[in-house]
């Protein structure tokens, strides 16, 4: 379902205000429930941040966090926006009381709510909102955000364009500003939109539908 504008939310082809966008490997995991397993989750998103993102070269800052281990994953099992909310708060909390050297960016897996794109989007709109009003994450931590099911506007549901927001499950990224700022001045995002409309549209989408079909191989 596309939402119009899609502009909200940060990648690094939609960087926010003064910046951008991705991924210590400690799995943790929210409150389980509903059957999910949380290593297959992350088994699923490692996968997807190696083989989607650092091999097709989508996001500059994603290759060195992922090659030094840098990435903490934390699976929600939140049962609705605002029991995520709260665990994205935690995890944003601890990012700011970690240092960067240990981890670098949280991806946070939301396997079991907000399966609707245009549900979570709002969710990831208030979510940014409520990060640039609080003195805590305004000029720390910024939220970036990828689902299933994202559908830039104007395109049909099997543009290869589309995977540039795509991920196996929702999830919400919280980037260090300062490392998202040092490489937006390093000019390593300029055209970056254009480049990854490329990559993808010569990948083709029965490519990308199989790298994603591989990546339910990588999760069992």
């Not at 929210?30 to 989508?58: S, T, Y």
């Not at 946070?108 to 969710?123: A, L, S, T, W």
């Not at 260090?176 to 040092?182: I, K, P, S, Y």
């Amino acid at each position: 379902m596309t939402v119009a504008g899609f502009v909200i939310g940060n990648s690094c082809s939609s960087l926010p205000r003064r910046r951008g966008r991705s991924l210590n490997c400690e799995v943790r995991g929210g409150r389980r429930g509903g059957g999910v397993n949380d290593e297959v989750v992350v088994r699923k998103l490692q996968g997807w941040a190696q083989n989607v993102v650092v091999d097709l070269n989508l996001c500059p800052f994603a290759q060195p966090v992922v090659r030094d281990d840098k990435v903490r994953y934390f699976v929600s099992h939140g049962k609705d926006p605002v029991e995520v909310m709260n665990d994205v708060i935690r995890e944003a909390d601890y990012l700011c009381e970690t240092e960067c050297e240990e981890v670098a960016t949280t991806v946070v897996g939301i396997p079991g709510c907000m399966g609707r794109f245009d549900e979570f989007h709002q969710f990831a709109t208030a979510l940014e909102e409520m990060f640039e009003g609080d003195p805590r994450f305004q000029d720390s931590v910024l939220p970036a955000w990828f689902h299933p099911l994202a559908q830039w506007d104007g395109t049909d549901d099997d543009d290869p364009v589309n995977y540039d927001k795509r991920a196996p499950y929702p999830v919400i990224n919280l980037l260090r500003a300062e490392e998202v700022d040092a490489v937006v001045n390093s000019g390593a995002t300029q055209g970056i939109l254009e480049h990854n409309s490329a990559v993808l549209m010569e990948k083709g989408i029965h490519r990308l539908r199989e790298l994603y079909d591989g990546l339910d191989a990588i999760g069992r």
